[in-house]
């Protein structure tokens, strides 16, 4: 298998992993000025520029709607199913996706995303 193929499948099977956790993970997303929430910024040590966030308990991923969404979904996701990967490798895995994703994909992640922020009643 040529390593374009290998990166194509690879992209293909973190992509499954971060629909099945979107799907049945119990997570919330919240669309927010990520880098500008004081709670945030007390409690996770976001920095102005941060554009997402995942937090492992309650299970949560913070979006910051100014960004390229889809782009930070799949990244804050990755750190979902691959919780020992560090931040190197979850940027590389998150551009993998990006390079490989299909529009039907990419309208999935939102439409999972905008459902998951009804799911569960929002932070006061
Ligand atoms: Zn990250």
């Known amino acids: 298998m040529d390593m374009s193929r290998r990166g194509r499948a690879s992209a293909q099977r973190l992509l499954r992993q971060i629909f099945d956790l979107m799907e049945n993970g119990g997570y919330r997303v919240v669309f ?65 996706v990006m390079s490989h994703i299909s529009a039907s994909q990419a309208k999935k992640i939102l439409d999972f995303a905008l459902a998951m922020g009804s799911r569960r009643r929002p932070l006061g």
Do not use: C, K, W
């Open 32 to 96: 927010t000025r990520v880098g500008e929430n004081s709670r945030l910024i007390d409690r996770h040590h976001v920095r102005m520029g941060h554009v997402g966030l995942h937090v492992r308990s309650p299970r949560t991923v913070y979006v910051d709607y100014r960004a390229e969404v889809v782009t930070v979904l799949v990244h804050e996701f990755t750190h979902g199913v691959l919780p020992d990967a560090d931040e190197d490798e979850v940027q590389a895995l998150h551009e993998l």
